[in-house]
């Protein structure tokens, strides 16, 4: 059963082999200290590995992930980390991924119930509520890809509220946030919203998930 668990510690011997034929000095410098460019607020779906689709390496991005790529206004979890991005590590650009074929976003599209997860995803359910009528015109397969889209929009218009990015933005603090969604099937990269870098900018998205109801 630890043969699977000893493979990954060979592998990680390799790497730190590779890594140093390529730089000796890889392991130093990265000890030093982390300077990352970017927040990534992602699933936590094995098939969505940051660094790995966006060709970045350890110390480029900062990373916090949970089930649906969720920011939840109460989530101390994800208001810490960030905080501590923003305010400590001046991160120029938060990403909120998602991703076609996401397990938490058609949970919530469900009626069943899936136990304590359930309550996470519940802003998930509100969202699928808010955006009824557009989606409701869509077949399964299409309506389940527009929730994951939707659901990243409205997770930067929750990122764009909070009181942290609110007063980076109000000191005049160079941040941009983007929301993209992964396709799975072809393995690119969706922009889904343009750079965010004001409070104006939020409000542009707001007039846009505001005109998707009441059509
Ligand atoms: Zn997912």
């Given at each position: 059963m630890n043969h699977r668990i000893d493979q990954l510690l060979r592998n990680n011997q390799a790497f730190?082999?590779?890594?140093?034929?390529?730089?000796?000095?890889?392991?130093?410098?990265?000890?030093?200290?982390?300077?990352?460019e970017f927040l990534w607020i992602g699933c936590s779906d094995s098939r969505v590995p940051p660094n790995h689709i966006t060709g970045t390496d350890p110390g480029d991005m900062?990373?916090?992930?949970?089930?649906?790529?969720?920011?939840?206004?109460?989530?101390?979890?994800?208001?810490?980390?960030?905080?501590?991005?923003?305010?400590?590590?001046?991160?120029?650009?938060?990403?909120?991924?998602?991703?076609?074929?996401?397990g938490g976003v058609k949970a919530a599209m469900g009626e069943h119930s899936h136990g304590l997860i359930d309550n996470w995803l519940r802003t998930v359910k509100d969202t699928q509520q808010f955006y009824w009528r557009e989606l409701s015109a869509l077949d399964e397969d299409a309506r389940f890809d527009r929730m994951v889209e939707l659901n990243v929009i409205e997770q930067v218009?929750?990122?764009?509220?909070?009181?942290?990015?609110?007063?980076?933005?109000?000191?005049?603090?160079?941040?941009?946030?983007?929301?993209?969604?992964?396709?799975?099937?072809?393995?690119?990269?969706?922009?889904?919203?343009?750079?965010?870098?004001s409070s104006a900018a939020m409000q542009e998205i707001c007039k846009f998930a505001n005109g998707l109801v009441g059509h």
């Open positions: 730190v082999e590779t890594q140093l034929r390529l730089d000796p000095g890889y392991f130093t410098q990265l000890a030093m200290g982390q300077h990352p900062f990373v916090h992930r949970n089930i649906a790529n969720l920011v939840v206004q109460t989530d101390m979890n994800m208001l810490s980390v960030l905080q501590y991005a923003v305010e400590v590590l001046h991160v120029r650009h938060i990403i909120v991924c998602g991703h076609h074929g996401c218009n929750s990122l764009g509220k909070t009181s942290i990015v609110q007063n980076a933005w109000n000191s005049g603090a160079a941040l941009a946030l983007h929301g993209w969604v992964f396709d799975l099937h072809s393995g690119r990269i969706l922009p889904q919203t343009g750079s965010i870098e």
